[in-house]
């Protein structure tokens, strides 16, 4: 009878810890789906959002040359995938100098924003940024850069290429898709022209972007192209200029075709290049 007994109880307690474990193991199945689902409604992390400033300028530093650095610093950052530049648009007729952290956040819900000045004595110029926590209002990189007064399309790119990495770095954020620093063209008064095209569009002077600035960054742009065919960063601008006077200035069939045939001709020279898109 004991043997019996033993035998049952035995086998009663092995259907036990069967039930016992699968109701574990089912349990577990649960959990891990709830946490799959939970995961995969989860908003991925918002990227930092970045305002360039406009830049200042002073001594012998043209205010153009101010407007173009900011440009090309926000251009290059914004090819990265995992920040948001504020666009030029967004900061049009602010003027250069500072904004209260308090505006930043409310007007364009940046998280941080980079501040720059030229300081021009003689022919050399220097670069002074700072970037900044928009929240705390608190500073978490600052460097000088030496420039040359007049524009040098290797030296330019490879010292924004180097601004650009260490904004990054500051921020905690890979370089990966930023750029290389390449040069865009190596003639100089071709790059001094889309500089000053671009100092035009960036919408970083007081007057902001209205018609006659487009008209003359039209004017500039195309004597970029001019001077080098081969320059697909400006064939880019100068498609955005010709699309933006045609949906804001003079809706015209002309200029619907120039920007396409702009925007084809940089695309055909740099298919990578993401102005053009």
Sequence with gaps: VEARGGGLFYRAGRRLSRHRWAAVAALSALVALALAAHLATRSPPTPPRLAVLPFE??????PYRAGALAEEIATVLGRSRDLAVLSSTSLAGRGSGTLPAAQ???ELGATHALHGRLDG???????SLSLGDVASERLIWVDAFAWSA????????AVVARIAAQVLSALDLPWKGAGDGTAPTRDPRAYEAYLRGLAELSGRSPAGVGPEQRVAATVQLELAVALDPGFAEAWARLGTVYAKRLYHDAPSPDLEARSFVAVQRALALDPELAEAY
């Design 121 to 127: 004595v003689g022919d050399s110029l220097r670069v």
């Design 150 to 157: 007049a524009p040098q399309p290797e030296v330019d790119r």
């Design 57 to 62: 300028a002073h001594g012998s530093a043209e």
């Design 104 to 106: 930043l956040r409310r």
